[in-house]
């Protein structure tokens, strides 16, 4: 165990629905990411979090909405999503968001989410 | 911008065997990190070793080690006795060393699946 847990661990939902993944971290961290790991593909970041504010929107597209109303919980609101997002989405916090040496990042279990 | 290739899609092994995954990446910095993620196929992804640029010596965690070529831009991992435990997907990173922008920002290879077999 890293100290983040994610849940849901499986998720299916339609295009119409609306749907929230939730993210928790129990090492104090101060800095969240979201990432998605597609097949075949490197992974790729799509938000950042530090202290509770967005530091990076990875270009992504509007029908993906973070929220983090504390240092230790991010959520992924999920809207109008289409098949290709279909995919492993990983969350991983670390003390902060400098490149140097202590902020290794760690990461959640991933929920699986298929969209029909 | 920084490149992680990872050109082994797939490994396999024989328990109580040593294997090598290749990693070479891409850089104009002097100052970064470089790590190998673990993701088996409970898709935790755990760190598994870093390496600092400016440390030669050779980053060691039990029966992982690293063979850091900085010259060369090459970051191999080494797994020495082989335990079925090891089979998962590893993930070569990237991370600058200096501070301020998006220099926290981890760059991902596409990963290596390995098999290890009893």
């Known amino acids: 165990e890293t100290g983040v847990t994610q849940t849901p661990r499986h998720l299916v939902m339609g295009m119409t629905n609306k749907k929230s993944l939730k993210c928790e971290q129990h090492?104090?961290?101060?800095?969240m990411y979201w990432y998605k790991q597609s097949a075949k593909k490197p992974l790729e970041l799509m938000f950042v979090?530090?202290?509770?504010?967005?530091?990076e929107n990875n270009s992504v597209p509007s029908r993906f909405s973070p929220e983090c109303p504390n240092s230790s919980h991010l959520f992924l609101h999920l809207h109008t999503l289409q098949p290709e997002d279909s995919a492993l989405y990983l969350c991983?916090?670390?003390?902060?968001?400098?490149?140097?040496?202590?902020?290794?990042?760690?990461f959640g279990p991933g929920t699986r989410l298929t969209v029909l | 911008a920084q490149t992680v290739t990872q050109s082994q899609p797939e490994m396999s092994v024989q328990e109580a065997e040593t294997v090598t995954l290749s990693c070479t990446y891409d850089?104009?910095?002097?100052?970064?990190?470089l790590f190998w993620y673990k993701q088996p196929p409970s898709r935790q992804m755990i760190l598994v070793i870093r390496?600092?640029?400016?440390?030669?010596q050779n980053a060691t965690e039990n029966r992982f080690s690293v063979n850091f070529q900085k010259a060369a831009k090459s970051f191999s991992l080494k797994i020495s006795d082989s335990q079925l435990g090891d089979a998962a997907m590893y993930f070569c990173?990237?991370?600058?060393?200096?501070?301020?922008?998006?220099?926290?920002?981890?760059?991902f290879g596409k990963g290596t699946l390995l098999t290890v077999n009893p």
């Open positions: 090492l104090g961290h101060n800095a």
């Open positions: 390496q600092e640029a400016y440390k030669q």
């Open positions: 979090y530090n202290f509770k504010e967005q530091t």
């Open positions: 850089t104009s910095e002097s100052d970064y990190y």
């Open positions: 991983a916090s670390s003390k902060g968001t400098s490149g140097g040496a202590g902020n290794e990042q760690f």
């Open positions: 990173a990237y991370r600058s060393g200096y501070s301020g922008g998006s220099n926290y920002k981890l760059t």
